[in-house]
């Protein structure tokens, strides 16, 4: 990563602020609806099987698997481009919703979709961002 143009980390919000306080803790944070159970991710304002806007923080399992993914080759902004290419992959959680991510700890050429994968943390100054490596 280059001094001069470093990523861009995403920054909480209030509505977001228990998923990236738990990512910091190492835990997995997603929205649970109270009145039907549906887990979702920060920050829909209401739950896609009821619609009720009531909802709880509980921490997922952190397990899930690949359900597609893409790797980078263009350097779209110059922080990435240490670590061109990479991939861009949304993984399924056990619990139902569809995170953007990466994959880490294999090579792009190794990922393929319905691979089992787990959770990690990778840590910043001020932000923790949730990977998966292949379980």
């Keep these: 990563m280059s001094e001069d143009f470093p990523r861009p980390l995403p ?7 228990e998923f990236w306080d738990g990512a910091m803790a190492g835990k ?11 887990w ?9 099987g009821c619609l009720s806007d009531q909802f709880t923080w509980e921490q997922a399992s952190g397990r899930g698997a690949v359900r597609t993914f893409g790797v980078m080759h263009q ?13 861009v992959t949304i993984v399924e959680l056990e619990e139902g919703p569809r995170l953007p991510t990466n994959v880490v700890g294999i090579p792009n050429d190794r990922i393929r979709v319905g691979m089992p994968v787990i959770v990690e943390f990778e840590q910043h100054e001020d932000v923790a961002l949730p990977k998966f490596r292949p379980a």
């Design 28 to 38: 997995l944070m997603l929205m649970r609806c109270t009145e039907c159970g549906l």
């Design 40 to 48: 979702r991710l920060p920050s829909r304002p209401h739950c896609d």
């Design 75 to 87: 350097k779209y902004h110059p922080g990435w481009a240490a670590i061109a290419p990479y991939n």
């Design 11 to 17: 920054e909480a919000d209030e509505t977001s602020q």
